[in-house]
Each structure stands twice: as C-alpha cells, then as structure tokens.
C-alpha cells in the first residue's frame, strides 16, 4: 500500500534561519507527490507538487521541495522562515493501483512548524 | 475566482441524528472529493465523483455513510445514525479533469455528542 510519513510532529526555526519538513514516501511506480499548509480552522492551502521533471520544484510563498528517489524523500523547504509560516504542514501522495495513479491522495499525519521572532 | 465552499462550517448534533453536509466546488472543476479528518491526523479519503457519478467510495467507513451530487456541481455527504466517532473535520476538494491538484475548502467540523 502507498504510504507517506512525516517523522517530526514538530519542527521549531528562528525566523530568518531555513526550514525544512521531511517527508518520506512508500509507492509503486512513479509517485505524484504535494505539499498543502493548514492554518487554524482552515482548510488545506495546495503549496506544490512534483509529478515528473526536475527534482527541485518551487511552489507558493517561497516553499520549494526536493525530491529525491534514492532516498524516496520529498523534503519540503525555505531559504528564510517568517513567523507568518507557523502553521501545520501535510505531505501526501496519489494512491496506486493495478490501472495506475488514482484520484485519491494520502496523506500524513503532518507538521506543525512554529517559527519563532 | 471563488473557492469550494462548504456548508455549515459546524454542525453539533446528537448521536443518532441525521447530518448532511453541503459541498460547492469551484466553477468548472469536474472532480470532487471528500475527506475526514480527525483531530491530530492528516486528511482520510472517504468519496470520489467524476461529473454525476461515485466513481470511487472506497473510503466510506460504513454504509451509514452516503454522498450524492446529482447535477454534477454541488455535492451533499449525508450521514445516518451518527456515533460519536463520527466526529471530525469533513473537507470537501475538488480538481479539474485530468489535472492532479485538489483545491479544498474550509471544512465543516461535526461533533456529534
């Protein structure tokens, strides 16, 4: 079964300093892989994807993420963290079966970044 | 351009009632999704409509849950009987045909006491 994991529950920056959420996968074949942020009673914001092409892929409010198929990561990160990005990160992947990708999504358990002024 | 809406944004209802929860999605976009999330976990897929029709409901817990989107546009997840571990976010997504990125709405929390 297609999986992803995100092993920080949290993750604590200074603002100013880089960030990074880890994210690993489990999937068979080629994974389609997103990033969403939830802030407090909202729902989930899409930040980027990777579906094919280059491994680094840039998304919104400066978040990039970098997939890396060796170590089936797909980490998502900042050169610069602001306070405003406190708020709880999900990494998710597209659901598998025999016909291929499907239309439902996985996701993890998530991260809550909280960045400190 | 408007987002998906869902309605209400909470519902509280005892155990045993029946609950519906509406989802409109934005303009033009053909698929629809719903999930539940529960406190402390990521999103869980439950339904999946292509235009009319459920093409995939794998993720629906039980039979006491159902969704209908008879036009094609808005969607309405309706729960019979509810327990209380039905309570949790219910979020409401939805993408154009043939691209990947699900958009979500703002969910509608559900306590069911």
């Known amino acids: 079964a297609q999986s992803v994991a995100q092993p920080e529950d949290q993750v604590n920056v200074a603002e100013g300093n880089p960030l990074t959420v880890k994210c690993t996968y489990s999937?068979?074949?080629?994974?389609?892989l997103f990033w969403y942020v939830q802030y407090p009673n909202r729902g989930l914001q899409f930040l980027l994807k990777?579906?094919?092409?280059?491994?680094l892929v840039k998304g919104s409010y400066g978040f990039e993420a970098e997939f890396n198929k060796s170590q089936t990561s797909f980490h998502l990160k900042k050169p610069s963290a602001l306070v405003s990005d406190s708020a709880l990160y999900f990494c998710a992947v597209r659901d598998m079966n025999y016909g291929g990708a499907t239309n439902k999504l996985i996701f993890g358990t998530g991260t809550l970044l909280a960045v400190q002024p | 351009g408007a987002g998906v809406s869902q309605t209400p944004s909470n519902k509280v209802t005892e155990k045993g009632k029946y609950v519906e929860l509406r989802c409109d999605p934005i303009?033009?976009?053909?698929?629809l999704y719903w999930y539940r999330q529960s406190l402390g976990q990521g999103p869980e897929f439950l339904i999946y409509f292509q235009g009319t029709g459920a093409a995939d409901d794998s993720g629906l817990p039980n039979d006491r849950f159902f969704a209908v989107r008879p036009e094609g546009s808005v969607s309405t997840l309706k729960i019979q009987r509810t327990e209380r571990g039905d309570s949790a976010v219910y979020l409401c997504?939805?993408?154009?045909?043939?691209?990947?990125?699900?958009?979500f709405g703002p969910g509608t929390r559900l306590l069911v006491l």
């Open positions: 990777y579906i094919t092409g280059d491994n």
């Open positions: 999937v068979s074949g080629n994974p389609y």
């Open positions: 997504a939805s993408s154009l045909l043939g691209t990947e990125t699900q958009y």
């Open positions: 303009s033009g976009h053909t698929a």
